[in-house]
């Protein structure tokens, strides 16, 4: 079962992500892509980690994520990724722009076909006034787009504000 | 029956109020609001044409609305205005302020007396923090304001978050 | 009963919640968090105050809410807070960084023990791309968590779009 959670800067989103995680009573793997690439980051990746149940399994992966669930997913497992957004900001920072479109396409491709339950967190970025920047607006669009796309494979998407859920589609256990 | 679709960028709202449209089985009138002034929103623009039935009737109008609502709307057509807050941009760049009110009343004045299916697209704005500059607020006010007076002409209100609809007025088909 | 309605700018949040004060039938207090420092602010001020009714209690408070709510918090009366991001901001601004965690908890331990019916208002700030600025995603952060915490402790929660409500937790009367 394939799982989107959508929210806003600290909505309650990964909370949620990691209650589904608990609540599945399975093996948890936790895909992390954040990079802690400055100060402010690396705090932001220890108060998720802090958070987390010991007994997961932590891979961080901020590139290959197709490849990285084609490795983790299995049937008896329960997989969280956090989050597509930093995920799509890693790709899109680099110099090697076609790397972009075929990991993108990769993951697309893989993740109708993997096994057992995987809760993918991404942030709505789109609802704001986008500020000056082409890379700005490009990174906008195609967090917009990708949303949409995952949203038709996904079994369940969901909103959150206020650490509250809107179902958009699917069922909360 | 007057729609109005809100969504973030890139949250599918075009692709849903182009879906009613071709449920629709009426003859279809798209009201395009853009305006080519730089090679991204030309390209832009390429795309949203690209997707649309060739046999629809296109009509560029970045200012205008009332009044082309009113030549254009039929009891036997489904009209597609795509989108409102580009026209409201245009409105508030032009150099000649009281346009915008006038515009902008007509249209209010027009909208439920119109015949025939007409669906409106529009981007929420409001939901991030505003960049600096009295013109950004302006327009995330004023659209702000315009959603909420055409919302209680509406006879359907609609959210889109990853191409997919949350309702707040009235029910989908 | 506490009530927690957010909402973008101009999305009709601060009309949703004056509607409910009126509807209430009750003495109505309503705490204004706004700080009239400039020109602009002081004119939305005023177009918030002509809407309210004469005989309301307007209390300004911009820093020590939960002291106020204290004061004013009645079994008899509904007490309108607008709105939490504007005191939040208030509080962030202050040299003394010390004053913003203990006005914070400050307003968490006393919420949940108030007497009558109390509505916040606050802006969901989260949904677009934040601009540079440390201050800025402090900001983002501090309302997110703001509202997650407080959302528990509300019967109800409200997200308003284009002066619709979406229920979030709780139900509308």
């Not at 992500?17 to 009573?25: N, T, V």
């Not at 983790?72 to 920072?93: I, K, Q, Y």
């Not at 038709?152 to 504000?161: G, W």
Request: with cysteine; proline share 3%; hydrophobic share 45%.
């Amino acid at each position: 079962m394939l799982t989107l959670i959508l929210g806003g800067a600290r909505s309650g989103k990964s909370a949620l992500a990691e209650r589904l995680a608990i609540d599945s009573g399975r093996e948890v793997a936790y895909v992390a892509t954040a990079q802690a690439l400055d100060g402010e980051m690396a705090s932001r990746i220890a108060h998720h980690r802090e958070r987390r149940p010991t007994e997961w399994l932590c891979v961080e992966e901020p590139l290959a994520l197709a490849d990285t669930l084609r490795r983790h997913a299995r049937e008896s497992r329960f997989v969280l990724v956090d989050c597509l957004t930093l995920w799509l900001s890693n790709l899109l920072g680099l110099a090697e722009g076609s790397r972009f479109a075929a990991e993108r396409e990769a993951f697309l491709d893989t993740v109708s076909m993997l096994p057992g339950d995987i809760v993918f967190v991404s942030n709505e970025v789109g609802l704001g006034i986008t500020p000056l920047g082409e890379l700005t607006r490009r990174f906008v669009d195609e967090a917009g787009r990708l949303h949409q796309t995952l949203a038709q494979r996904c079994d369940r998407v969901v909103f959150v504000a206020a650490g509250l859920p809107l179902i958009l589609k699917g069922t909360l256990p």
